[in-house]
């Protein structure tokens, strides 16, 4: 484990400095990159969005291991993350010069057949009040509400397997952003089931704490909101861009606006999004961990099993015994989602139950908050069990953690063993599964029939 003695110390500047796909190229080249990979990986760019700031490039990543650095791969587009067939015209195109626009409409082809909004975000997720659909508001499971503020709808970096990549792209019809926070507090106000709010992106943590606490403050000040008991901040601020919460401009107001959080009675939590032990192994990492802690805010930790970034027990374990360590909660490690490069990153369920189960071995009570593997499919999150025998028959065991039909949660129920399937979509029924279980109505390529309806 790192200790104290042996974390990287790292300044901080006053405010990052962004690389985009105009400067991919050169870092492409310092990682190795022959030119047709160059090229590959720039048209990758072309249909998902890259940027990374220096801190990342500067002191998380080890150049003398790229491209197979994991922390390289969590940010750089790969010349094969995408089908050759789908890539190589948009290549042909950079290579030539082509007009942007040509660029463009090329690459937004490509992203349209990457399920830019799993699990029926736009569809199924988008309450109304008084009939007014709500578009930067999602309310899926009765007792939380999302909330995308129009000013956090980018990142300091952004990973490459990221399941809301379609916010980041210049297609504004596909991003999910709201400008006005009266719509969230008019929206709570009127549901009392509501106990959550979890502000979400992008990143908020993009915003300054002034725009921040525009997003906050209405949620403790508007009366008749007591039945709010936490407010949720997704975040990866404290990997990508610690000197967030220490040494950026707006870091000590940042702090100053979670104690009043805190004061209100309410819980602040930042849902930190950590996806390798590397993010925590800077001193201003863990400084930053500490100032935040110091409100008296909680941080819990989550992210996705991404092969060839984390797939490995030794990396989990490796994170939340630090997590620990510094105060946070190991929460969630999640299944990536079916969207964008899925086919690259995905990890079978089995294998991802695997590492989780040798990981969940290896560390303390204390990180044994940690749920998974868990899916955040369409009906609800679903978390892998294991493997489950009846008679001579193996079974894949699933449990929905949440759910659409409250009903459903935390019943345990059976799919057919299936060692490749990685994603709920992927799974069977048992054959004759009897009514009333989650399987009793599965089309046969849709996957089962949940209550979707609220």
Not at 196 to 206: A, E, F, N
Request: aromatic content about 8%.
């Amino acid at each position: 484990m790192t200790t104290r003695e042996t974390l990287r110390p790292i300044s901080a500047p006053a405010i990052p400095r962004f690389y985009n796909a105009a400067s991919l190229d050169g870092l492409l080249r310092r990682a190795g990159l022959a030119g047709p990979d160059r090229l590959m990986a720039r048209a990758v760019a072309a249909v998902l969005p890259f940027r990374v700031n220096d801190y990342v490039v500067d002191a998380l990543i080890d150049w003398d291991a790229a491209p197979d650095d994991p922390i390289y791969r969590l940010v750089f587009p790969q010349p094969d993350m995408l089908p050759a067939e789908q890539v190589a015209p948009i290549a042909q195109l950079l290579a030539r010069g082509a007009p942007t626009r040509e660029v463009q409409a090329a690459a937004a082809a490509v992203r349209a057949a990457l399920n830019p909004h799993p699990a029926g975000q736009r569809e199924l997720n988008v309450p109304e009040l008084a009939g007014t659909r709500l578009d930067g508001l999602q309310h899926k499971y009765p007792e939380t509400v999302l909330y995308f503020p129009a000013h956090g709808q980018t990142c300091h970096a952004y990973c490459t397997y990221c399941f809301r990549w379609a916010q980041f792209v210049q297609e504004p019809h596909l991003r999910m952003a709201s400008r006005n926070v009266d719509d969230l507090v008019r929206y709570v106000h009127a549901h009392p089931e509501v106990t959550d709010v979890l502000i979400t992106g992008g990143d908020p943590m993009v915003m300054s704490a002034e725009m921040l606490a525009r997003c906050v403050l209405p949620l403790l000040d508007e009366p008749g909101l007591g039945h709010l008991q936490s407010i949720r901040i997704g975040t990866k601020s404290l990997s990508y861009w610690p000197a967030r919460f220490v040494t950026d401009p707006g870091a000590d107001d940042t702090l100053r606006l979670f104690e009043r959080v805190v004061a209100s009675g309410r819980s602040l939590a930042l849902m930190a999004h950590y996806s390798h032990p590397r993010e925590l192994e800077t001193d201003l990492a863990e400084h930053a961990v500490r100032r935040v802690l110091a409100t008296g805010a909680v941080i819990r930790t989550q992210g996705p099993v991404i092969r060839s970034v984390n797939d490995d027990a030794g990396s989990w374990a490796a994170m939340w015994q630090r997590q620990v360590r510094l105060g946070m909660v190991p929460y969630y490690m999640f299944v990536e989602r079916d969207t964008g490069p899925r086919g690259y990153f995905e990890v079978a369920l089995l294998r991802a139950y695997e590492i989780f189960s040798a990981a969940y071995r290896s560390v303390s009570g204390l990180g044994r908050t940690v749920r998974g593997p868990v899916m955040s499919a369409t009906p609800g999150k679903v978390v892998v069990d294991g493997v489950h025998t009846v008679g001579a028959e193996k079974y894949i065991a699933l449990r929905f953690l949440q759910c659409r039909d409250p009903g459903l949660v935390n019943r345990p129920f059976l799919a057919r063993y299936d060692p490749r399937a990685c994603w709920w979509d992927d799974l069977r029924p048992p054959v004759g599964a009897a009514p009333g279980v989650p399987w009793s109505s599965w089309g046969a390529d849709h996957g089962p029939d949940i209550p979707l309806a609220r």
